[in-house]
């Protein structure tokens, strides 16, 4: 497509249910991104795939966050019994490579109530 | 730990005059530089991305390099009350991902 799309743009939940929210992103970007950005905050990384594979999972906050990527295509991160503190926009970018930098998909907004 | 700052801000200018927003970053290794424009409510976007030292002009923005002192900076001509948004320097240093500043809010007042 002609840019990263994101899925839902916003999402209400009630505390301890899971969401799964989704990531399209450029056509023939092997390298794909997800961040989330609490309300006034900085980007705070979460994950980074290359292709199929993510070789940097570091930014995960808890084993409640989980991500996949099929196809080297759609990425979905999954957030398992929902908190509070999990209210953030989650960001999705994605990149033929970061030495070129990234494009932002238009975020999903996510209120955990 | 590698780190790019930013000041947070907000760094208030009148219309007309020139924005002046600074970033600098700690590893000498860093190879790419890039600003983002975030406003309120919405995605960052990229503005203008710089990989050697001097200036690069594109219209009203101007992006400066220098390696040596590791910072980075973007100059706005002619700041208009639309530019008024946060400003992300970001920093290639290896490993296929990018680090982020926190951002420095600019407002420019008519």
């Known amino acids: 497509g002609a840019g990263v799309s994101q899925s839902p743009s916003n999402k209400v939940t009630e505390k301890g249910k899971d969401v799964e929210l989704r990531c399209d992103p450029i056509s023939g970007h092997t390298a794909l991104y997800w961040y989330r950005q609490r309300l006034g905050q900085g980007l705070e990384f979460l994950i980074y795939f290359q292709g199929n594979s993510a070789p940097d999972k570091s930014g995960l906050p808890s084993d409640r966050f989980s991500a996949e990527r099929t196809g080297e295509s759609v990425s979905t991160l999954t957030i398992q019994r929902t908190q509070q503190e999990d209210s953030a926009v989650y960001l999705c970018a994605s990149s033929l490579s970061a030495n070129y930098g990234y494009t932002f998909g238009s975020g999903t907004r996510l209120t955990v109530v | 730990q590698k780190e790019v700052e930013q000041n947070s801000g907000p760094l208030s200018v009148p219309e007309g005059a020139i924005a002046s927003l600074n970033c600098t970053y700690s590893?000498?290794?860093?190879?790419?530089f890039f600003w983002y424009r975030q406003y309120s409510g919405k995605s960052p976007e990229l503005i203008m991305f710089i990989y050697s030292n001097g200036d690069k002009e594109d219209g009203r923005f101007t992006a400066q390099l220098n390696k040596a002192s590791q910072y980075v900076s973007l100059l706005i001509r002619d700041s208009q009350p639309s530019d008024s948004a946060t400003y992300l320097c970001a920093v290639y240093t290896g490993f296929q991902k990018l680090v982020f500043g926190t951002g420095t809010r600019l407002l420019v007042s008519p």
């Open positions: 590893d000498r290794g860093s190879q790419s």
